[in-house]
């Protein structure tokens, strides 16, 4: 078949005609309003990009493994899946190590053994000469023990410590100096400002920030700078927002890379490594299996964006100690993006891809003006401790929590679509829930709350949905109402009435009347007066914002369900009225 004109078939397409046609097809509604995203880092996202918008930009045109580095530090996309042992003891960790090795795992990181002498880092590393190791919460002896061990007896593959070199300068100094080939010493801790409420731009600004101090601190010691760089890792905490979080890690070590060269730095020695772990933020302890869907969408962000190592959490580590199950799930999400899906096939597959592009130029443009920022503050370690950072994590944070809180950013099974038969209190570890914030902590309080109240006293509050007229409103508002609603964990029952005194009829503790605007004031006088004539103080609610609220009111609605109703503020209201309290 000839196809040498195909092409020509299909001339080429102004970026005018196309915006001519979508606004034809708006019918004179608000082109920003409905198509254009405003990202909580100041980006407006545009509902399509063409070649013109990276027109200019250098970095697509570098090759996987060439500086800067944008299209990955790899020509290959494949990475190391790592595997968070907890646990102290070390010959039992040691053991579960090996296990997971033999089940795919290719690096161990334990997170919370230690060691304090040499006979326990020997337990720790039995049987994992092969395997690159890493040790989470290693200080200053565990840095001398494993320096002596090295040194004493070289190992194939790597070590690596998550110790932050900001600490202590002056040992880090000393680290670099004496450090044999195979450890890695050094972690700048990039994960604690996403899990701390920070944008994206903010999160590899403050990281790029962190690792230009040390670059400063090593310079001022006469350390080298490639041998600065190389004895660092970077770790960052992956979130749920797919293409920004490509872009991110793209963009981090094309920023990275430039800074190691403005030191002085070779360009092979300003490859950035980076480990991505799977966001603790973004995991709900309730419908908690939703947690393996947000990882395995997380994992493949990280693997798209060119990570080195990735940890896929366990989907219930947020509420309990993973079992075997739950970290042979996280193992095997891994596995099978690289085995199955190929992911690791392609280095920087998304490469050319016009939004990407244009995404990992803004990300990279903006994180390095909030580097600069801290900078001209005094440099990272005088910006954290004036509270410049802190203060800056604060807002971000607010304005996250405030997007959860009204449901325009949603946990599945948490703040939308709640399970309401699910019940949580008997699986958690109430030690858990402590230490780390994540976003959808304040819906899971309504629903805990709601369930120690029948704990305590065996009853769990019933709401009535009572459907009645209009069809097409009746079962809209009903929905609403469910879905709003089961976010506290209430009991609650649909029932569709034609006849409207015998909705009180059920004795519920609640009933949210689901109808159209023009019918509810009748509606509301006949329940009221049913409700009288029985005795009965039963609250009553209207699912809906109607014109007619006033005179509701006057009629007995004690509140009103709608959009722009603020459900973490609702539910604690009804909660209270109903007799559920801390």
Known sequence: MDTDHLLQE?????????????????????????????????????????????????????????????????????????????????????????????????????????????SELNALLANLEEIPVHFENAGVPQLRLLMERLNARQRPAPVSTGWNPLTDLDFATKVIAAAPAPLIPFTIHGEEFEESGATTVEEVGFTLAAGVDFLAAMKERSVDANRAAASTTFSFSIGANYFFQIAKLRAFRMMWAQAVESFGGRRDSARARIHARTSRWNETIYDPHVNILRSTTEAMSAALGGADIITVAPFDECYKAPDEASR????????????????????????????????????????????????????????????????????????????????????????????????????????????????????EELRLRTERHAERTGKTPRVLLAEYGDAKMRAARSNFAANFLACAGFDLVAKRFTVADRIPASDPDLIVLCSSDPEYLALTIEVESRLRMLGRETPVIVAGSPESKEQLEAAGVADFIHIRSNPIEVLTRWQQRLGIRD
Not at 102 to 111: F, Q, S, T
Request: charged share 30%; glycine share 8%.
């Open 10 to 118: 299909f001339p080429p397409v102004s970026t005018q005609s196309w915006e001519e046609l979508i606004r034809k097809d708006l019918k004179g509604a608000d082109y920003a309003g409905k198509l254009i995203w405003q990202t909580e880092e100041g980006l407006a996202v545009k509902p399509y990009y063409r070649a013109e918008d990276v027109a200019g930009l250098e970095f697509p045109d570098a090759r996987p493994g060439a500086f800067p580095y944008a299209r990955g530090a790899r020509s290959t996309g494949d990475w190391r899946i790592r595997e968070e042992i907890d646990g102290v003891d070390c010959e039992e960790v040691n053991r579960a190590a090996h296990s997971a090795v033999i089940a795919g795992a290719g690096e161990i990181a334990y997170v919370a053994a230690s060691f304090e002498n040499a």
């Open 328 to 443: 042979r799930l996280a193992r095997n999400t891994q596995i099978i993006l690289k085995r199955e899906a190929l992911l690791s096939r392609v280095a920087d597959p998304g490469a050319g891809s016009y939004c990407l592009e244009a995404f990992t130029d803004f990300i990279a443009r903006e994180g390095w003006k909030s580097m600069q920022a801290i900078e001209a503050a005094g440099g990272y370690r005088k910006a954290l401790a004036d509270g410049i950072i802190a203060q800056a994590l604060e807002k971000s944070l607010a304005a996250k929590e405030k997007a959860v809180e009204s449901r325009r950013r949603i946990f599945t099974g948490t703040s939308q679509h709640a399970n309401i038969s699910e019940r949580a209190l008997e699986r958690i570890d109430p030690s858990r829930l402590s230490g780390r914030r994540r976003g959808a902590w304040m819906y």
